[in-house]
T-cell receptor, first 114, second 115 residues
């Protein structure tokens, strides 16, 4: 299936440290997105990177995309306890056609210790 | 603020007793989605509406149905809930303009418990 896999499954760091999460996917895409989910809540969109982009920044977030390796990484700098959440990458099906569906990766559970 | 609202936040039902979950949006988006998310797993798309067009995922059980009476509302009906249907159900919307998938906006979810 197209589903992405994320690595690591779980990550525990100290406040102030950087957190890096990786996502791999299987087929071509139009774009890749990252979402955050606090425990027991809905998902919140963080950032979208298009297939012709290699890097994108938003505040303390930095996303990279390597389409040749079919992988992406999310870096959170200077982490805070409030960043504790699950992080999911999501891709569409880049088969050349217009599509409005996303397929989510398996997620990384980030715990930031105060 | 524009948003996606899900009611109820918590729903308890009995094995085999039909249940309906509701979702409403004030974003005026043309696409509404229903996802099922089990503990520590990724959200799994059940189906979505593109305007009035219903799009079912191939592996969605027949036990799950959906209705979208107007742009703002979408319902998830589970005709005969089984223990395996206990999960978080997430509603999402997007404004699809035919240029590839864009941001989806999620509601807070409904946690379904089946006794």
């Amino acid at each position: 299936s197209q589903q992405g896999e994320e690595d690591p499954q779980a990550l525990s760091i100290q406040e102030g440290e950087n957190a890096t999460m990786n996502c791999s996917y299987k087929t071509s895409i139009n774009n890749l997105q990252w979402y955050r989910q606090n425990s027991g809540r809905g998902l919140v969109h963080l950032i979208l990177i298009r297939s012709n982009e290699r890097e994108k920044h938003s505040g303390r977030l930095r996303v990279t995309l390597d389409t040749s390796k079919k992988s992406s990484s999310l870096l959170i700098t200077a982490s805070r306890a409030a960043d504790t959440a699950s992080y999911f990458c999501a891709t569409d099906k880049g088969d050349g056609g217009a599509t409005n569906k996303l397929i989510f990766g398996t997620g990384t559970l980030l715990a930031v210790q105060p | 603020d524009a948003m996606v609202i899900q009611n109820p936040r918590y729903q308890v039902t009995q094995f085999g007793k039909p249940v309906t979950l509701s979702c409403s949006q004030t974003l005026n988006h043309n696409v509404m989605y229903w996802y099922q998310q089990k503990s520590s797993q990724a959200p799994k798309l059940l189906f979505h509406y593109y305007d009035k067009d219903f799009n079912n995922e191939a592996d969605t059980p027949d036990n799950f149905q959906s209705r979208r009476p107007n742009t703002s509302f979408c319902f998830l009906d589970i005709r005969s809930p089984g223990l395996g249907d206990a999960a978080m159900y997430l509603c999402a919307t997007s404004d699809f303009v035919g240029r590839g998938t864009d941001t989806q906006y999620f509601g807070p979810g409904t946690r379904l418990t089946v006794l």
